[in-house]
């Protein structure tokens, strides 16, 4: 007989059995940024903590910098009492299609990891720091940049910042930054969730004066003062234009009669600056590695005629970085013995001079950056210099001396608004003319310029505004009427003539441009 065996309760089907609700992996995230060109792109950084293989991976095309931080995260942790979960650790950039570069994302990967049991979304927050290997939050030269960068853009309002980068980062207005020293400082803070601003705004010790409710600054230093300038009266007083309106100027003249004594000497009476432009400067500076001071005074360039078209324009075969042109953003450019610079240079340099921009394109990266410049060019008159000279004898035949002249095209020179030719030195020849009273009659033009409601000065107004802001008496359109007919001047020459005759109008205090401002302006016009 087969006796019956009682199983107890039957079993229940799978789909009967209650599972246990998975943990729900928490994504942590805060943003932080990356330069594309001279430009920042938002990138969001976020993290997940998962079951697996104890690792830390960093995804989303992170450069070999960022792979390395990899370490200097980890030391900095370590060295901090952290102790890793046991969890494959993921970190994402985004968005994945840019590539991503600098050690200003060591904070931000340390963070996240840090508070992995901590579920928060701080995306608002943008965190920028390198660690230290012990902890400590360091600066780095590409902060600055991003975040100006990021402000222009409208897309910040609170940042997490290294405090010893506190110095240069609290000259941009308009963000509220939290500073801390290091990373335990960084992760309390987090941990509480309270973003108290620990920085002061930064106040510009310089004179300065307020029109349209912006704020413009000005320095009283002439380090090279226009008095050393013995004679050349009308070389100086067509410098003092040029500065004026910001004009691009072209001096010819033998060897050693001042050409690059005046160039020189034009930086310190350039017009004031406004906040924006000497944040521009110094971002610039920061680009190129070197540290700004934050004087509010325009750059000087002035690269050697061997200079490459990369040197000057930016380029690079991965990654495009800025020249001189950009480094001379909103201040001088200048290029002595200018015919010896390569053609390709000369023509190149027709873009930024008409459109005020470059563009520089590779294969890897493609950018465009301002180039807002007062372009300044000095040249001997012939390849031995000697051509003017009463008393020296010139070597050079007449082909070496045009072949020489027409190393610079028309269209080249069509941009430049005055031509002078200097004066041969003489002894009894005395200064005259000093920085500071030059400086003075700048100021005066700018603010009439000002409140005129220029957004930009004379020497770079579009042809709408040359319309607009150039007025002139019935005196004076008879003459440039008769100037045109009698020299067949081109629209661009047009336009130039009377953008000087504003600025000397305005040295005059003149409201319109008079018959002796537009007959002064054809004086400085180029001869062919």
């Known amino acids: 007989m087969n006796a ?31 330069l594309e060109g001279v430009h920042a792109r938002v990138v969001e950084v976020e993290a997940t903590f998962t079951k697996g293989l104890p690792g830390f991976s960093v995804v989303g095309l992170a450069s070999t910098d960022i792979q390395e931080a990899k370490e200097r995260v980890k030391s900095a942790l370590l060295t901090n009492k952290f102790v890793f979960p046991p969890l494959k650790i993921t970190i994402g950039l985004s968005p994945s299609e840019i590539k991503k570069s600098g050690s200003q994302f060591d904070l931000s990967l340390a963070l996240l990891i840090a508070l992995n049991n901590k579920d928060f979304d701080y995306r608002g927050l943008f965190v920028f720091g390198e660690l230290g290997l012990d902890g400590r939050v360091k600066s780095s030269s590409m902060i600055f940049p991003l975040l100006l960068s990021l402000k222009e853009q409208g897309v910040i309002s609170r940042a997490l910042v290294p405090k010893e980068a506190i110095g240069h980062l609290s000259h941009i207005s308009g963000i509220d ?47 090279r003062d226009f008095y050393d300038v013995k004679g050349q009266m009308i070389a100086k007083r067509a410098a003092l234009i040029a500065a004026a309106g ?93 015919p010896h610079f390569s053609k390709g240079i000369l023509e190149a340099m027709r873009e930024p001079l008409s459109d005020r921009k470059v563009h520089i ?16 060019a000095a040249q001997n008159p012939c390849p031995c210099g000697n051509l003017l000279s009463r008393e020296k004898i010139c070597r050079c035949s007449e082909i070496e001396i045009k072949r020489y002249a027409n190393r ?24 005259d003319m000093t920085s500071q009273s030059m ?70 205090g003149n409201s319109v441009i008079k018959k002796r401002d537009i007959l002064e302006a054809l004086s400085y016009r180029r001869r062919k």
Do not use: W
Request: hydrophobic share 35%; charged share 30%; aromatic share 8%.
């Open 4 to 34: 019956k065996i009682d199983s107890g309760t039957p079993p229940k089907k799978i789909s009967q059995i209650k599972q246990k609700p998975e943990k729900k992996a928490i994504v942590n995230r805060l943003s932080c940024a990356t």
């Open 177 to 223: 930054f939290i500073a801390v020293e290091t990373l335990s400082e960084a992760i309390d803070l987090l941990s509480k969730g309270e973003f108290s601003v620990n920085v002061e705004k930064f106040e510009y010790d310089a004179y300065s004066f307020s029109l349209h409710h912006t704020k413009y600054y000005y320095e009283k230093r002439y380090k």
């Open 246 to 338: 910001m004009h691009n100027f072209f001096m010819e003249g033998n060897p050693g009669c001042g050409k690059s004594m005046i160039a020189k000497r034009l930086r310190y009476i350039l017009p004031p600056m406004e906040e924006k432009e000497i944040l521009s400067v110094a971002k610039h500076q920061f680009l190129d590695g070197s540290m700004p001071d934050f004087r509010p005074q325009r750059p000087s360039r002035s690269p050697h005629h061997t200079a490459t078209s990369a040197s000057i324009f930016g380029g690079g075969s991965s990654q495009a970085k800025i020249g001189e042109v950009a480094l001379a953003n909103h201040g001088i450019l200048f290029f002595d013995e200018v």
């Open 361 to 376: 394109a590779r294969v890897h990266a493609k950018i465009e950056y301002e180039a807002d410049i007062m372009f300044v």
């Open 408 to 431: 610079l095209s028309d269209p080249f020179l069509d941009r430049i608004d005055l031509f002078v030719v200097m004066q041969e030195v003489q002894s009894e020849d005395k200064g």
């Open 439 to 508: 400086h003075r009659e700048v100021i005066k033009a700018f603010k009439l310029q000002k409140r005129r409601g220029q957004e930009r000065l004379n020497g770079k107004l579009t042809e709408d505004e040359v319309e607009k802001f150039c007025i002139l008496s019935d005196e004076a359109k008879g003459v440039l009427e008769s100037a045109i007919a009698k020299f067949a001047l081109s629209h661009r020459s047009i336009a130039s003539i009377r953008k000087v005759g504003r600025t000397i109008a305005d040295l005059s």
